[in-house]
């Protein structure tokens, strides 16, 4: 039960009271109340008194106060009532209602109103702007409904004076995506007349206020309530209320809503219009009646969009329909005339005000919902009807105000007492049954087909004959003059405040209220002649048009006898209970703490009174013996299974009810609890409160629970996706090699036989993996075929093989010809084929010089010319020895000129071209410049020969180096210049241009 109150202010829940008793009912009401907590528990159910002062209870600092919390973690509220109800609403995907009851002026408007706040306040945290939209419409349709449907009455300053039902429709993420308003039973009468010190609809006195200079001249009105009929009484009346305030609020909420100007415009038309027509003087003139001040009538034509002479007639005659289907005018009497103005004004009043709802409705209207798309629509109804009314002059409309209260007392008690004991009889609960008064038999008294009072009443309004409101009396006595809940004069006739044929009494389960059937049947047949339908049908504004469509038809047409105003409201109230039957029920009981509307004083009677009609103290006893919550075991279980590891994920136990009492003795519940058939029943919210805050701390645990696996799940997915991209990737990749493999072996199986061992044979493209592998292969391959050629060359030829080789290391790239293709026999000068003539003279020479042992063999001999310094080409040999460079004289039977041992030879030059000009550079400077192309066959090029013999030689001690210079940019002249002193490059220099001249090379030979 609510706590964190202290003991002075009473207790928060009526079921904690030490003994049930109305007194102490009332005491501890009264110490909330003089304490200001206006709240107060039975339950679930909020008891609530209205404060008629200003309680700072509603801020949003309490918004969030309650906003998520358990009904009992906070004092009584309206918010937490709403919170649960939400609650439900979201976690149980339940429709929901909060029923609010009370007798007139007991807060229920204002309370539905904090209910309202709330709602909108705690939703949509995400702010979408379609959702605000749909919260602001419906907080503001509050407001344009009051003003045209609360008025000032002796009890409430600002009544109701219809009744409302609003649903609420939320998404499943719980935000407001729409909703709907019922409204029940306008009290129209008040259109025309109000009791004494009361006053008609807010809206009229809000236009007379608060309209612009401009907007009343052109609804041709004063700013002055006193001049209209229908409103001059309430003029006069004191009241808080601020219209002209209200005006600008209304204003505002209409346009927020979306009402077109045009609209709003027609509303206030037809306002004035009803103002004009409360001032329409009838006098008579000879049987029927005419109007004296036409002028009136002029206006009310120009500003409804009609004929004036079309308005007169209306007003002052009626279209028959004969039997033989010709249609007469017959003209009114006065008191006709008058009857038939006022059905007017009250019809159109109605329909505005019908129109009004709709015109809202249209507007929240949820739209383009799927809930395939959108989840469940769940829905929160919020009722705010009529209370409980006992005027001094009660007439048609209380006794439907307090029909409909007997309803939902019906409501109450079928839901909280009733079936609440039923259910634990059938649940074998052990159980005391409460007794209670069960009001049905009044209901049945006003509602039963042929018996009830409504059902008389149709009969009386039904009959051709003129039935008289006295006649109605004297039949109910008849039929009902046995019910125990009905009386009148002439059934009781000590009873001196009814009068004979004028009061009945019903006894409600409420109280006592005597009626004046005065004006019943008229009020229950709700005549409106056809043609205030037409006329209003033929108005050219649109707007007004719309509201009467049923004046399209025309008088031989209508024939069907409308359903009665009673009947119509008897069904609309079976429809209400049917809808608030299926939804989970909240309620607020509102009690009227006194009838001086005073902040201070607690009226003991008064508040007794309503305490004992509403049934607060039944409510609780059976609270107190029941049991605040109930759940089916398989429902609980699948909420609270995760709460206890016996049962999560899945019980094994044999049966529901036994994993339930794992779950509360668990978590030492036990005391709290009874184990019915079906069901489990928790006593105190607390409990309930203790298993949801449990099963919270566990969820987050779970959730993390299922994203791991999922996770898992999710991995070994993909990771057996990788793996089989790897398995694919691997084949494909053997194959590829494999392919590659069985290609090298297929080009290269022949190359032994090939002429070229395979040089020819080209490659296949190697996949990635073998690049590396295939510059391995051909490196071997290489080595290889190089194998075979070298085994097939005779070891004479070797010599010349490397010579060769030693010649293209150094010259390779770097002079274009140098003779490779020739056979090289390097001892020209013995050979008999290139020295027929003077070999056997060389040969002497050559063995004279073996013989001082001067080399073991000839690296190479040939003839030369020689370029003297004065000009003079001279023929001469060289000889080349592994120890000496000789230069010899071939007239003087080859005698050594000079011998300059090799180790003194530091280089050789040669051009890049194809002469044959080489020099050899000495340490001493001294070098021999010689041209290998005289005295020998066939101009031989021999310059790669010598320059190979000798680096092969050279090659094969690694401490000297021969440097090998090709001269390729600066040709000969340069060659010659940089390497031979400056009298020598003078002759060397005229020698070539003498060469260039013999051969007729181009010049761009040498360079
Ligand atoms: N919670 C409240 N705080 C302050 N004043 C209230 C409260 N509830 C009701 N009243 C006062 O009582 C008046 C009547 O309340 P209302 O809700 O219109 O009664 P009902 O709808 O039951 O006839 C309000 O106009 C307001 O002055
Ligand atoms: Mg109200």
Redesign the pocket.
Known sequence: MAELESWEFGKSDFVLLDNLTIEEFLANLKVRFDKNR?YTYIGEVVVSV??????DLYGRDMIEHYKGRELYERPPHLYAIADSAYKAMKRRAKDTCIVIS?E????????SKYIMQYIAAITNPSQRVEVESVKNILLKSNCVLEAFGNAKTNR?????RFGKYMDINFDFKGDPTGGHINNYLLEKSRVIVQQRGERNFHSFYQLILGGSDDLLKSLYLQRDAKEYAFIRDGATVNSVINDKENFKAVMKAMEIIGFSDKEIDTIYKILATILHLGNLMFIAESDTASISNNDVVSQIADITMTVPDTVRKTLLHRTVATGGGEVIKKGHTVQEAAYGRDAFAKAIYDRLFCWIVNRINDVIEVKGYDPRIHGKNTVIGVL?IY?FEIFENNSFEQFCINYCNEKLQQLFIELILRQEQAEYQREGIEWQHIDYFNNQIIVDLVEQPHKGIIAILDEACMNVGKVTDAMLVDTMDSKLGKHAHYTSRKLCPTEKNMEFNKHFRIKHYAGQVTYSVEGFIDKNKDTLYQDFKRLMYNSSNPVLKDMWPDGKLSITEVTKRPLTAATLFRSSMIALIVNLECKEPYYVR?IKPNEQKSPLIFDYERCRHQVEYLGLLENVRVRRAGFAYRQPYERFLLRYKMICEYTWPNHLMSTDLEATRMIIDQHDFQQDVAYGKTKLFIRTPQTLFGLESAREETIPFIVLFLQKLWRGALARKRCRGMRAVYAIMSYYKTFKVKAYLIEVMKRFQNVRSMSDYGKSVAWPTPPTVLVKFEENMKYLFRRWRARQIVKNIPPSDMPQIKAKIAAMDALLGRRKDWGVQRNWEQDYLSSVRYNPEMMSQFTTTMNGLKGKKQFSSVLFSAHVRKVNRFNKCEDRAILITDQYLYKLEPAKRYKSMKALPLSHVTGISVTNGRDQLIIFHTKANDDLVVCLDKMQRGNDNRIGEVVGVLANHFNRDPDINLLVRVNVEASFELLVKNSVSNSLAIILLAHCEALKDQRSLPRGEYS
């Open positions: 206006i209205n404060p008629y002062q200003h309680v009370g007139s002026g007991s807060g229920k408007t204002e309370a409430n300053d600002n009544s109701s705010d209370g509102c």
